[in-house]
């Protein structure tokens, strides 16, 4: 009787608070914003909304398209391609990853601005860089990544032996290629593509910064809200930026039921094409040559332009803009980590539990729960941060506008409290998927044991399966760790100047043209970000750390 009531209290809290801190806030952009009376929307806002619709698509399909055949040829290069390189476009391919959402922009910046040295100084051109191509480019950058990563874990587990029977059966390498391995990787293409299309349509700080006049419908919802205080049209662009990526997230939901090919995994070190065509060979080389390259040279210029005392005027080296930053409140870097920190761990670990409660313990509406846990994924942060800061100014966490509308407002909103509880309900989605996948390869007769030994539910769950899950939170740790770190879309319209992290000071620093002090600033907040996994990494491995060098030592003696 004790554990059923342990499971439906977890069970309980757990559904309330994924409606109260998921599904309220988006449902409350649409209803305090579409059913406030201060002012009533119009065709003309209707036509600018389809505009910035437009305008989103006219930059996610091509940034879509180049970033997963980047990544394709950057995946395939890495690991099929018999060459010494390899290792370096792995790594030169993770870059990315850890950088704040600013970087490319910064380094844009200072190469085709105004005062940038190619379009300056080299070309000698005073025209203005700014719009959808430059918004293509950079995200095109950061993106190739996230793609490189999806569709290298599919390289790594496609069964070699097919391409070895179609060897066998006469067809050439380059037949090979193109009509049993891309094949074999459609399915993961193809999810890659949608997922990679939502995080371009959700992406507001490069149009903000390179667009110019060139608004897509994230960075327009910042503008309503900061610029005018249009909740109404804000409201109307953010359902028109929710459709699509809604659209997105659920196609790729039923992509993943239905997928059809498996294959047994193959070790990476074994993986490779034992002839390659010269025009395959070529190509992969040439694409991912192309985007290390551009990669490199984003942060190469950062680094470069961290150390220069006036970018565009005085290339001297110089240590101002760190004195400038360093100077400044330091307090924003330890509520970045403090706050990195914090989500990261209690995100993955309420993410695994979610995940364990919805395919062990058979919780009440498990597609529900499932659906609300991993729906944050398809939530723009901007909208995300918009439905906190439309509900969480009213009593009873919000649900007071319509029950209290007289009792004074016992808010949330300003509170420190509000931003780790909107950074853990947006990425409580990671330790999800991490324990789904991690559960899919337990033995379930491993829980039926202990409980039959007589465990209760909590012992059962924290020392048989969590340790049995801890790859799956070491994995999401990370992941949410190096993300919240760069955060901004979800956050930035909740901050208060008492609670202000380094990724906003970057964002201000970099929107009042101080190029310098922006890049030095992105610099510290990378190797902060580097500095942090690598030291959770070596707590989380140290003994597996520990015995390798025992190993070392052991076998050295014995020489």
């Keep these: 009787m004790r554990q059923s009531w342990v499971s439906k209290l977890s069970q309980g809290f757990m559904i309330l608070c994924l409606v109260y801190f998921i599904l309220l806030p988006i449902t409350g952009v649409f209803v305090y914003g579409f059913f406030d009376e201060q002012k009533a929307l119009t065709l003309q806002d209707l036509v600018r909304v389809m505009g910035f619709l437009k305008n989103s698509m006219i930059v ?15 995946s395939l290069t890495a690991y099929r391609l018999p060459s010494r390189s390899a290792g370096y476009f792995r790594l030169i391919g993770l870059i990315p990853l850890i950088d704040p959402p600013f970087v490319g922009s910064i380094a844009f910046i200072m190469l085709f601005g105004r005062n940038g040295l190619i379009t300056r100084y080299l070309l000698g051109l ?82 903000l910064i390179i667009g110019g006049a060139f608004q897509t419908l994230a960075s327009s919802i910042y503008i309503q809200i900061t610029g005018v205080y249009n909740m109404k049209v804000a409201s109307l662009t953010g ?33 490779h094409f034992r002839v390659v065509h010269p025009a ?12 290390s390259v551009m990669i490199l040279t984003k942060n190469i210029f950062i680094l470069i332009g961290a150390f220069t005392r006036h970018w565009g005027h005085d290339y001297a080296f110089s240590l101002d803009h760190f004195k400038v930053v360093l100077a400044k409140d330091f307090s924003p870097f330890i509520n970045t980590i403090r706050l990195a920190v914090t989500v990261a761990v209690v995100a993955s670990l309420l993410g695994i539990l979610i995940a364990y409660l919805v395919r062990t313990k058979k919780t009440v509406f498990p597609k529900v ?6 729906f944050p994924a398809a939530i723009p942060g901007i909208l995300f941060g918009i439905g906190y800061l439309v509900v969480f100014r009213y009593p009873l966490f919000g649900v007071g506008k319509f029950i209290f509308e007289d009792t004074p407002r016992v808010i949330l909103l300003g509170t420190e409290l509000i931003i780790y509880i909107i950074c853990i309900a947006r990425f409580i989605n990671v330790g999800t998927r991490a324990g789904y996948a991690t559960l899919e390869h337990l033995d379930p007769d491993l829980e039926n044991a202990a409980l039959t030994l007589g465990a209760s539910w909590f012992f059962t769950f924290t020392r048989v399966m969590m340790p049995a899950l801890k790859d799956a939170f070491f994995s999401a740790f990370f992941k949410n760790l190096s993300t919240t770190m760069t955060t901004l879309g ?18 201000q620093t970099l929107v009042s043209s101080s190029i310098g002090g922006a ?29 390798r060098m025992e190993r070392w030592f052991y076998e050295r003696r014995s020489e």
């Design 369 to 374: 729960v499932d659906f609300l846990a991993l």
């Design 519 to 547: 890049a030095a600033m992105a610099l510290l907040i990378s190797m902060t970000n580097i500095a942090l996994l690598v030291l959770f990494h070596g707590l989380f491995y140290s003994r597996q750390y520990y015995e």
């Design 239 to 271: 359902a028109a930026l929710l459709l699509p990526c809604v659209a997105a997230f659920l196609i790729h939901r039923y992509r993943l039921d239905q997928a059809g090919y498996v294959s047994e995994y193959n070790d990476s070190a074994q993986i």
């Design 126 to 207: 005073d025209s203005s860089p700014y719009g959808w191509h430059g918004i293509v480019l950079l995200q095109v950058l950061s993106l190739s990544s996230i793609a490189y990563l999806l569709i290298s874990s599919a390289i790594r587990k496609i069964d070699l032996s097919l391409e070895d029977a179609a060897r066998n059966l006469g067809l050439t390498e380059l037949g090979i290629f193109f009509k049993v391995t891309l094949p074999m990787m459609i399915p993961e293409i193809a999810n890659t593509a949608l997922l990679i299309f939502l995080m371009s349509l959700a992406d507001f700080t490069t149009p």
């Design 280 to 291: 395959v060979r070529v190509g992969l080389i040439a694409l991912s040559g192309a985007i």
């Design 60 to 74: 996610s399909v091509p940034a879509t398209v180049l970033s997963v055949v980047f990544g394709i040829a950057l």
């Design 490 to 507: 979800a956050i930035i319209l909740l901050i208060l100047p008492s609670n202000k992290v380094a990724i906003q000071l970057l964002f």
